[in-house]
């Protein structure tokens, strides 16, 4: 059974720092792709950042630069560091993992492609920027 937990969100000023985390059992992150996603009411859900196996990354292009996506040296944490926060990052924040990337995160930015539909997804933790 999988189960991701996602922590470290919280309330904080415009250009201040968050780190979130995600927690895994029943899957071991170095093998699975994972990615952090961000879902305002009314709007679809949007790719953040998304970490391979061998450690290749991709952004949205609107927080790359700010934010930057790693395992943690625990087999299963995954972190989202986010760094000069605006309040357009103001989302609720999950994270999602899969046995595969797709092979466009090697190439191109989140923004240029399909919509990304993991098979774990955690109960998010609520980003708040003002």
């Known amino acids: 059974h999988v189960q991701l937990v996602e922590s470290g969100g919280g309330s904080v000023q415009a250009g201040g720092s968050l780190r979130l985390s995600c927690a895994a059992s029943g899957v071991i992150f170095r093998s699975y792709c994972m990615g952090w996603f961000r879902h305002v009411s009314g709007k679809e859900r949007e790719g953040v950042a998304v970490?391979?196996?061998?450690?290749?990354?991709t952004y949205a292009r609107s927080v790359k630069g700010r934010f930057t996506i790693s395992k943690g040296n625990a087999n299963n944490i995954a972190l989202l560091q986010m760094n000069n926060l605006k309040p357009g990052d103001t989302a609720m924040y999950y994270c999602?993992?899969?046995?595969?990337?797709?092979?466009?995160?090697?190439?191109?930015?989140?923004?240029?492609?399909?919509?990304?539909?993991?098979?774990?997804w955690g109960q998010g933790t609520q980003v708040t920027v003002s």
């Open positions: 970490i391979d196996v061998d450690g290749t990354t």
């Open positions: 999602g993992a899969d046995q595969f990337c797709p092979r466009q995160i090697r190439d191109y930015d989140l923004d240029d492609i399909p919509p990304l539909d993991f098979a774990y």
